[in-house]
């Protein structure tokens, strides 16, 4: 699995969590930087550290290594729903998507300071 792919299910499991990069990266007794760094996957992970975050995050190593993606499944999203948004991002330019997904990013961080 792509450093990327685990560093994206770090970032989903600490914010479901409610933890910042700042507090998680004390807790694991490294710099906010190198844990941005193991999310936006520029940074390899070993196993132990991958071990060490799944204990603080409360997950087991295979969410993290797992090959499917994380799918939240508290949701129920219809397939036709998912195609008629999937359509409408067809239409947006790059900075749109940009600004979209920082939307998406906003919505989830609310929904885990709430």
Do not use: C
Not at 48 to 57: C, F, G, P, T, V
Not at 58 to 68: A, H, I, N, Q, T
Not at 93 to 105: G, M
């Amino acid at each position: 699995m792509a450093f990327k792919e685990i560093g994206k299910k770090i970032q989903i499991a600490r914010e479901d969590k409610g933890i910042t990069q700042i507090e998680l990266s004390k807790m694991l007794g490294i710099t906010q930087a190198a844990l941005s760094n193991y999310e936006l996957g520029k940074r390899r992970l070993y196993l132990q550290q991958i071990e060490e975050i799944a204990r603080y995050l409360e997950k087991p190593v295979s969410y993290f290594l797992d090959e499917e993606p994380f799918i939240n499944t508290d949701i129920e999203i219809s397939d036709n729903t998912i195609d008629h948004i999937s359509n409408k991002i067809h239409y947006l330019k790059n900075h749109e998507i940009a600004q979209l997904n920082q939307f998406i990013d906003y919505l989830l961080w609310r929904r885990n300071h709430e």
